[in-house]
Every structure is written in C-alpha cells, then in structure tokens.
C-alpha cells in the first residue's frame, strides 16, 4: 500500500513563496513517477508538475518559470517549489505517485493510481 501525505501549503501574498512537500511511504520510491495537481473549488483537476525515474520533469505552460518540483529518493520525498504566486494558483494541491513511468508519466490524473489527501494553498493579491 502507498500513502503520501502533504505538507507546507498556507497563505502566501501574489508574488510570494510557498514550498509543498510530499512524505511517501512505498517500496521502491524511486521507481515510481510523481506528480502535483491542483483542484480549485468548482473547477476540474489538473497537473501542475510530473518527475520522472530518472528526473525528467513537465510542467502545465501556466507554471513553468515558476514551479520547480523536485525528489529525494533516500527520504522518499517529493516538493514543489512555487515561486511568482498568483492568486490564479489558489487551490487543493494533491501529490500523487503512479507505477508506470517513461511516457506514461504525464500530466494527467486518469495515469496515477496512488493520491493525498492535499494541502490548500490560498494567494491573495
């Protein structure tokens, strides 16, 4: 069985920092993709960052420039940086890890399996 649980998220000014981190327990961590979606209230889910295995990131156009997510294999670990806050980036955001990596991670919610319970984020301008 995989758990992630969520921490850091909070308050932040527009323009601001906040830093999510991801604590997964899982065999095998570093075999698994990861990523971060958001969910605004009203609104459908959508990805925000994906790594891959071997590190290969994605990120939805809206972010790039300005989120950074990352892993720590040896703590079983995944974080978002997010810089240049908007109050468009107020929302749930969830870490989610999936098995499949290589092409199959992907910025879409249907490829993973194993989910958060999330960490509100709320901008204000």
């Known amino acids: 069985q995989v758990q992630l649980v969520e921490s850091g998220g909070g308050s932040a000014q527009a323009g601001g920092s906040l830093r999510l981190s991801c604590a997964v327990s899982?065999?095998?961590?570093?075999?698994?993709?990861m990523g971060w979606f958001r969910q605004a209230p009203g609104k459908e889910r959508e990805g925000v960052a994906t790594?891959?295995?071997?590190?290969?990131?994605r990120y939805k156009d809206s972010v790039k420039g300005r989120f950074t997510i990352s892993r720590d294999n040896a703590k079983n670990s995944l974080y978002l940086q997010m810089n240049s806050l908007s109050p468009e980036d107020t929302a749930m955001y969830l870490c989610?890890?999936?098995?499949?990596?290589?092409?199959?991670?992907?910025?879409?919610?249907?490829?993973?399996?194993?989910w958060g319970q999330g960490a509100q984020v709320t901008v204000s301008s």
């Open positions: 790594i891959d295995t071997d590190g290969t990131t």
């Open positions: 989610a890890a999936a098995p499949n990596g290589g092409p199959w991670c992907r910025l879409s919610q249907f490829l993973f399996t194993y």
């Open positions: 899982a065999n095998s961590f570093n075999s698994y993709c």
